[in-house]
């Protein structure tokens, strides 16, 4: 809420009902992903789910001009990027750790795009927001020791 809200604002209710809808969602993937990695061993679920997912965009990807190899070759490497790496790591995790420390880990995603708005991009984050990156990071650095313990 840190990084949407300067001080002085106030929040907009569609705002805030769409980041809690988020988080229930995240929640959910964490669940379900959790009991289809144990299901499921190897990688063909993760396949299977990427080639859905291509097949369903692919409608508007035939209509925008972008059959050129050097962008087939750069949107590979997004899809491989973006969705084949994390999901594998997310699947590799959650046979390992509890989803509630996944969760918390996964939530340095945001501090770690402040940090990252911050040093590339110039962007002065108020000492609000730096607090909040702060406790992120401890709690995440916490829970995976914690985690580790249980190993």
Known sequence: MAFH????????????????????????YLVLSRKVGASVPDGSILALAVTVAAILTLPFGV???????????????????????????DLAALR?????TVALLESLEAAVAGVAGALVLGERLPPAVWAGIACVTASAAAAGRAAARSL
């Not at 604002?9 to 009902?17: E, F, H, I, R, S």
């Not at 070759?73 to 999901?87: D, E, N, Q, R």
């Not at 390992?96 to 509630?100: G, L, N």
């Open 63 to 89: 209509t925008a001009p972008v059959w050129r190899p050097s962008l087939l070759l750069a949107g590979f490497g997004v899809a491989v990027l973006s969705a084949v790496i994390p999901y594998s790591l």
């Open 96 to 100: 390992r750790v509890p989803p509630r």
């Open 5 to 28: 809200s300067p001080s002085g604002t106030t929040l907009p209710a569609a705002g805030v009902a769409l980041a809690l809808l988020s988080a229930v969602s995240m929640g959910g």
